[in-house]
């Protein structure tokens, strides 16, 4: 009998409309449209506006349009899990909020945080159990409004991050498509280089910590970009030798849209030329969890069943890993 793998069969991304442009930016804090494309690749990136908004109010339509596309219905999703550093409240998960918007009755759900690998861990554990055989369906999403925990003062932070939602998903294969095989590693002592020093149990929301903008994100650049390169660059290569794969067999490449640079060195890294790395950065920055399904919702269209992806990704905490599959259907 064949191996039960867990295959993609199906993506969908949800963007906000307001468009947070370079020349906006430059507003607000010291920067310039030049500065900013030359260090992060990055022209604009999408808010979501309005209040009373969290990380569901883009996960709930990119998922409605994913059951759509994928003629499931609500009832027949097993479990939903949901990838997120920004949830709409600290209780309950996001990913409950987002079944219950869904119409998802019959499924339990959850939420996982590892930071911008955060996908790549929700995407492994996922698979896990539907190769066991226990569930049929199951729905991946990554969704972060980064913008609720961006300092907009801060020059070196508030240019990257951007909001946005992506959903795959994940059916039984018996044909050799799906996930073939993933690495996913952390270091906890990359705590100090990216972080948000507030509003957890160690430091709760107070007058004090709100007055120093203690709830925002805190990031040591140089260090992070250093750690992000050779990680995410080194773990996607691990993974390409040991399944014995080389470049030309790769159809792309999808890494997490943190910098243009960490992305082209990660490309170098594997031998992979750009014109087959799915890239978006320029039109979203970084949105975290949804950075990799938004990717492959935008490249869907090029892909084709059999095709080798390997994605890739790097987080704070510090997160990383690479993930193997073959794409499990053509385009439709």
């Known amino acids: 009998m064949s191996k039960i793998r867990a295959a993609i069969t199906g993506v969908q991304g949800y963007v906000p409309e307001y468009v947070l442009t370079n020349a906006e930016l430059e507003g607000m804090v010291d920067t310039t449209d030049e500065w900013i494309v030359t260090r992060t690749g990055i022209k604009e990136r999408r808010i979501l506006k309005g209040e ?47 079944a219950a918007g869904v119409g998802a009755k019959n499924c339990f759900s959850f939420d996982l945080q590892a930071a911008c690998s955060g996908f790549l861990y929700t995407l492994v554990t996922a698979s896990q159990y539907v190769e066991s055989g226990k569930y049929k369906k199951v729905v991946v999403v990554g969704a972060d409004k980064m ?23 994940l059916e039984p294969t018996t044909d050799g498509t799906g996930l073939i095989d993933y690495i996913l590693r952390s270091d906890g002592t990359g705590e100090p280089h990216l972080h948000m020093k507030a509003g957890g149990s160690r430091k709760p929301a107070s007058h004090e910590t709100i007055d120093a903008r203690l709830h925002t994100i805190y990031q040591e650049g140089s260090v992070v970009f250093k750690v992000a390169v050779t990680n995410m660059a080194d773990t996607a290569a691990e993974l390409m030798e040991r399944n014995g794969l080389v470049n030309d067999d790769i159809a792309f490449l999808a890494p997490h849209q943190a910098n243009k640079r960490i992305i082209e060195a990660t490309a170098n890294r594997t031998g992979i030329p750009l014109e087959r790395v799915m890239i978006n ?3 979203y920055g970084n949105t975290t969890n949804a950075t990799i399904p938004l990717c492959l919702w935008e490249y869907e269209k090029q892909l084709k069943k059999g095709d080798n992806i390997i994605m890739a990704a790097f987080g704070g905490g510090f997160t990383w890993g690479a993930i193997y599959l073959k794409w499990a259907y053509d385009p439709k």
Request: aromatic share 4%; proline share 5%.
């Open 147 to 169: 913008s609720s925990i961006v300092d907009y003062t801060d020059r070196s932070t508030c240019i990257i991050f951007g909001d946005g939602a992506g959903a795959v998903l």
């Open 52 to 98: 009373n908004k969290g990380a569901s109010h883009m996960a709930i339509p990119a998922v409605k349009a994913l059951l759509e596309k994928t003629n499931t219905k609500p009832e027949e999703v097993d479990l939903l899990i949901c990838a997120t550093t920004t949830p709409d409240m600290v209780f309950p998960a996001t990913a409950n909020i987002i």
């Open 281 to 283: 950065i320029q039109k």
